[in-house]
């Protein structure tokens, strides 16, 4: 299984930005998708996560409020909308597949390439 995140780009604070995530395979009802964010000399951090079949959501503290993360079962695609982005937004964004909810990035088995978000204050 292959992912490929897109999406990623310059921002402005305050502004929005839309990423993609699109699995190669079939993504099935008890798998969970998810966002990472990674700054260079730190740990990947969850960002947010969906479970496939009940659309069910988490969120980092840090985003709730601002991101939204959906999936289009019939497009096999998962988005991640960033409103209100701050400087701090700013990171490599991961996606990953799980075969259930963690928010840790280990527990994770299929990661995408990253895409780079920058968040110019």
């Known amino acids: 299984v292959q992912l490929q995140a897109s999406g990623g780009g310059l921002v402005q604070a305050g502004g929005s930005l839309r990423l993609s995530c699109a699995p190669s395979?079939?993504?099935?009802?008890?798998?969970?998708m998810g966002w990472f964010r990674q700054v260079p000399g730190k740990e990947r951090d969850f960002v947010a996560a969906?479970?496939?079949?009940?659309?069910?959501?988490y969120y980092a503290d840090s985003v709730k409020g601002r991101f939204t993360i959906s999936r289009d079962s019939a497009k096999n695609t998962m988005y991640l909308q960033m409103n209100t982005v701050k400087p701090d937004d700013s990171a490599v964004y991961y996606c990953?597949?799980?075969?259930?909810?963690?928010?840790?990035?280990?527990?994770?088995?299929?990661w995408g390439q990253g895409t780079l978000v920058t968040v110019s204050s």
């Open positions: 395979g079939r993504t099935y009802s008890s798998h969970v």
């Open positions: 990953a597949r799980a075969k259930g909810y963690s928010t840790i990035w280990r527990d994770y088995d299929y």
């Open positions: 969906i479970r496939w079949g009940t659309g069910m959501t």
